[in-house]
């Protein structure tokens, strides 16, 4: 749930009493389906929130509506901000959720603010997952990892790394990070920044030592750099291309986090003409070489122009050659 609707919810509880899912629906512009989901989180967060079913039923907060944000509990101050944390989109809206988040900081006992901050930025959720696949379960040890981020503590785990050697060490614990349907762990380790896979956590126990944060720490730069380290490696080929710009929007469909949307000109005065009159726009793909951005280039026909590289380009005249020879050449046709 995003940031700003969940302090909306908490603040209608509190004005309120008791609120329905249709009620919270047409205050926040959303469907009975969405509000119905945010008031499960919260309570599903820890917060003090619950549902009362009946004709006059509805949602409200545990000791009435005089409960505000001074009476929550330390524990459920942490759950707070570490929903309304992880709810902030990873693609924007930071600067916008922080304000809010100030907002709940000061209305929270000054014994449990540094917690909650913390709290707060210790968790990002990045919707686009590297590739398919199905759906995973939640890691046996999130719930001690996550503990371990909120609570600053170093926490000693055994892992086996993606060539299955298996190691044991103490790491301080930076944030945690949803990618898709994978959780992963940004630590500091004795050789510096390291991103751990959740999953392959086999043992993880909380230490009593203090965990070293950088001052200067922050999850989301953190996190869109161990992305962009991992394009690199995973699509080391780069193509240029020049592309209607109503058609971008079926080229991040196909290529995911290998279309550069950061590098798109999507300015009208950076935007070039088509023959038709249509504004077309340049766009960067990515691909693990030269052939495999051709093939995915090759269904959109002329609908696209590759400006570089020349093997990309090759690659694609000798597909429209080998389908021109296939499918003009009548021996080759079915009768």
Do not use: C
């Amino acid at each position: 749930m995003r940031a700003d609707r969940l302090v909306a919810i908490l603040l209608m509880l509190q004005t309120r009493g008791r609120v329905t899912a249709p009620e919270v629906a047409a205050e926040l512009e959303v469907s009975e389906k969405t509000a119905r989901r945010d008031l499960e989180a919260l309570g599903m967060a820890g917060l003090p929130v619950y549902s009362q079913p009946g004709r006059n039923g509805g949602w409200r907060l545990l000791g009435g509506a005089s409960t505000d944000l001074s009476g929550l509990t330390a524990e459920e101050a942490r759950h707070l901000f570490l929903t309304a944390g992880a709810a902030t989109p990873l693609d924007g809206g930071e600067r916008h959720t922080s304000g809010i988040l100030r907002k709940l900081l000061r209305a929270l006992p000054e014994t449990f603010r540094a917690d909650a901050e913390v709290a707060a930025k210790a968790v990002v959720v990045d919707p686009s997952a590297w590739g398919d696949g199905p759906p995973a379960p939640t890691p046996e040890h999130l719930p001690v990892l996550r503990r371990a981020v909120v609570e600053r503590v170093r926490v000693r785990i055994s892992y086996v790394d993606r060539t299955r050697v298996a190691t044991e060490r103490v790491v301080d614990p930076l944030g945690l990070v949803s990618k898709g349907r994978v959780w992963y762990l940004v630590a500091g380790t004795d050789r510096g920044q390291r991103t751990f896979r959740v999953d392959r956590v086999r043992t993880a126990a909380l230490t009593t030592e203090r965990a070293e944060r950088p001052a200067d720490f922050d999850l989301r730069a953190a996190w869109l750099a161990v992305v962009a380290e991992m394009g690199e490696r995973r699509s080391p080929a780069r193509a240029t291309v020049r592309v209607p710009a109503a058609y971008v929007r079926g080229l991040r469909g196909q290529f995911g986090n290998d279309l550069l949307l950061d590098e798109v000109e999507t300015a009208p005065e950076h935007a070039s003409p088509s023959a038709a009159g249509e504004a077309r726009v340049t766009v960067i793909v990515a691909g693990r070489s030269p052939q495999v951005i051709a093939q995915h280039l090759a269904g959109w026909g002329a609908a696209l122009e590759v400006l570089d590289p020349p093997e990309v380009r090759a690659h694609l005249e000798r597909l429209g050659r080998e389908l021109a020879q296939l499918y003009l050449d009548p021996d080759r046709l079915p009768s």
